[in-house]
């Protein structure tokens, strides 16, 4: 099997400091993984060298068997639309429908006229896909609705139908819980790895969680300050290991206070 992502010594840099440093890391096509560590310790930054949004200043990245480096500009924006990115915030439009936010997640390979066009007046066969996508992700009834009257839990629901609608080969989701209850957050995080089965994408997600990551996801990658520290099925991490990268965390917190 290919991988969905291929990185050696992958270093992306913010002046001096190294927010990934000298990374090496596979995810096999299929695969879910989590990566956990502390607030700081590079997830985001490798997320988005993963979908091709920071260009790394050293080493090597290839995605879906691309090599990304001296990519031209148009082979890069179609592979992106191979990747679908739940963003910490989900960068949705709140004054849009929700239909509207999902028509979105095909934006980048529909290309700006179409899209415009797709948003004034979507197309029959887009509004019954999506109506199938919301009703798989539990929110069907709110297709017409103004994003803005969600919930916190349902407008994830959106962001989700998003990435799926965009039929994407990996989805990176970028912390996509932060922002809600452990019982939202418990449910968000077990639909992303149930439809990652269904569908055959690669999941890579970010969560703070640590219990919600060992419980769902067969593969952890825990980072501290840009490196990799462990990486591994959750049972065989042992609880030290584990605790350790809880611990830092608690530090790297009250630092942030
Ligand atoms: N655009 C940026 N400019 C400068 N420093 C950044 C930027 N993005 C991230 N960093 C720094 O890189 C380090 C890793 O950040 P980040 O990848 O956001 O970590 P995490 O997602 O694990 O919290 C942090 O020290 C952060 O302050
Ligand atoms: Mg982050």
Redesign the pocket.
Known sequence: MSNAFEITGATVR??S?A??DSVDLSVAEGEQVAFI??????????IRALNCTNQVNEGAVSVLSEEITGLGARRLQKLRTRIATIPQHLGLVENLSVLQNVILGKGGARGTLRSVRDLLFPSRSDIEQIHGILDRVGIEEKLFERTSRLSGGQQQRVAIARALFQEPDVILA??PVSAVDPARAHDTVKLLTELSREHGFTLCM?LHHIDLARKFFPRLVG?RS?VIVLDGNPDDLSADELDKLYQLSDEEMMQDA
Request: negative net charge.
């Open positions: 913010f002046g400091l927010a990934v560590g502390p607030s700081g310790s590079g997830k985001t930054t490798l970028d912390e970010s980072m840009g």
